[in-house]
């Protein structure tokens, strides 16, 4: 499936733990639903500073960079806007300041979707492994403890919290509204419901990933092929995978 819900609404918001998260996670589907009149936003908890094995830099570069990295890969897919709550790296606890960070976004952009990745898993193996991988049957990863954090407070954020005026009343003071947001799509559960087929913008996705130079800039060439081995499903199609919830608010 491909098509985006059928709602008046057309506002998605991808909050994810890292800058290049919501363009792995999403980013495909972004540039989907952009060229089907979709408002699309990121949102992005942590600051990046650890992802770097460069023994020349430093966290203070990396941060501005990844900002800039993450605003150009947005551009690409036609995302908006990307806010950043400057958590940091590979420290991200479930805190009242992000949890509100995510609130305020949420009630500021209205959007009728989040996309988020999954709190629940802590490790799995890889569904679709590679047939000529003689350890295909025990290949797996583990989805990295902020992301865990980041899906269970954007979660949270949309139920109760952005719902509810008593929670964070400064946000009301400020004049914020509540917001319900209507439907959720996590990436990287058991349970997926929801395909979208992202094979026509799969150019896109990469080239905004590749955006990401601090993270592929040495290998980028390698990065890509890599990726269209990695993706095509055996039908030979490229699919973003969700678990779909509909908010009955
Ligand atoms: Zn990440």
Redesign the pocket.
């Known amino acids: 499936m491909t098509q985006p819900p059928d709602t008046e609404n057309k506002i998605g918001l991808v909050i994810?733990?890292?800058p290049?998260?919501p363009d792995?996670g999403a980013g495909g589907t972004a540039a989907l639903w952009t060229t089907l009149g979709w408002q699309m936003h990121y949102l992005v908890v942590?600051n990046g500073a650890k992802g770097s094995a460069d023994p020349e830099m430093t966290s203070e570069r990396l941060v501005p960079m990844r900002e800039e990295e993450q605003r150009n890969a947005a551009t690409e897919l036609g995302v908006l806007t990307c806010t950043f709550l400057g958590a940091e790296d590979g420290e991200l606890e479930y805190s009242r300041e992000m949890l509100g960070g995510i609130v305020r976004t949420i009630r500021r952009l209205k959007p009728h979707a989040i996309f988020t990745?999954s709190p629940e898993i802590i490790h799995r193996r890889v569904l679709e492994p590679d047939p000529e991988d003689p350890l295909a049957e025990f290949r797996g990863f583990v989805n990295?403890r902020?992301?865990r954090r980041t899906g269970e407070m954007a979660i949270d954020a949309v139920y109760p919290t952005a719902r509810d005026r008593l929670n964070f009343p400064e946000h009301l003071a400020e004049g914020l509204e509540t917001h319900n947001v209507a439907e959720m799509f996590i990436w990287g559960n058991r349970d997926i419901n929801f395909e979208v087929d992202v094979s026509d913008v799969l150019d896109t996705k990469i080239r905004a990933l590749t955006r990401h130079v601090s993270q592929f800039g040495e290998r980028g060439e390698d990065f890509i092929k890599n990726v269209r081995d990695r993706w095509r499903s055996p039908d030979g199609r490229f699919y973003e995978r969700f678990e779909r919830v509909s908010m009955p608010f």
């Open positions: 994810a733990a890292h290049d998260d792995f942590t990745h990295h902020d992301h």
